[in-house]
T-cell receptor, first 114, second 109 residues
Framework: NAGVTQTPKFQVLKTGQSMTLQCAQD?????MSWYRQDPGMGLRLIHY???????DQGEVPNGYNVSRSTTEDFPLRLLSAAPSQTSVYFC?????????????FGSGTRLTVV | DQQVKQNSPSLSVQEGRISILNCDYT??????FLWYKKYPAEGPTFLIS?????DKNEDGRFTVFLNKSAKHLSLHIVPSQPGDSAVYFC????????FGSGTKLNVKP
């Protein structure tokens, strides 16, 4: 089925380790974004991309890197994991804009940093 | 500082009754408002939206109301069904897309 695929679904990291959360979409959407969901905080935007080769920071970008070499893929890299990055991460894509209309979300990656 | 707030973390309603979920925002530049529904272990899915030029939008059992003067948004679900039990996020957009913290709705059979 068409949509947004995130891997892995679960991950446990030790403090200081690095890893990449994968996100791929097959809908030819231009706009992709990464959110983290924390209790009482809702979903907060980490980074977003309006097309291949173009990325920008959201509300909470510190400690994360992104790149967009293709339309389909938008990986999120944790450079040196910290317990404060324990969260559920969602990748989303949209045809254009980023206004939230027609967003398709992945099923999430639950990350625990110990 | 959260620009979109959902002050009720949870709501419990009897099946068949009305569910009313509320949302407040602070930024008068927001021009588009949305509600998303999220089941456990799944990503949020789009439910209903409203443009700032309207004050009401209906889609089946779901109606969204917008009161711009009060900077208040609400979602009405009538009648509520057990399958509506989920976390509901309101969201608003202008330059970017901002979510509230969510309200967990429990519809009791």
């Amino acid at each position: 089925n068409a949509g947004v695929t995130q891997t892995p679904k679960f991950q446990v990291l030790k403090t200081g380790q690095s890893m990449t959360l994968q996100c791929a979409q097959d809908m030819n959407h231009e706009y992709m974004s990464w959110y983290r969901q924390d209790p009482g905080m809702g979903l907060r935007l980490i980074h977003y991309s309006v097309g291949a080769g173009i990325t920008d920071q959201g509300e909470v970008p510190n400690g994360y890197n992104v790149s967009r070499s293709t339309t389909e893929d938008f990986p999120l890299r944790l450079l040196s994991a910290a317990p404060s990055q324990t969260s559920v991460y969602f990748c989303a894509s949209q045809t254009s804009g980023g206004d939230g209309y027609g967003y398709t979300f992945g099923s999430g990656t639950r990350l625990t940093v110990v | 500082d959260q620009q979109v707030k959902q002050n009720s973390p949870s709501l419990s309603v009897q099946e068949g009754r009305i569910s009313i979920l509320n949302c407040d925002y602070t930024n008068s530049m927001f021009d588009y408002f949305l509600w998303y529904k999220k089941y456990p272990a799944e990503g949020p899915t789009f439910l209903i939206s409203i443009s700032s030029i309207k004050d009401k939008n209906e889609d089946g059992r779901f109606t969204v109301f917008l009161n711009k003067s009060a900077k208040h948004l609400s979602l009405h679900i009538v009648p509520s069904q057990p399958g509506d039990s989920a976390v509901y996020f309101c969201a608003a957009s202008w330059d970017k897309f901002y979510f509230g913290s969510g309200t967990k709705l429990n519809v009791k059979p």
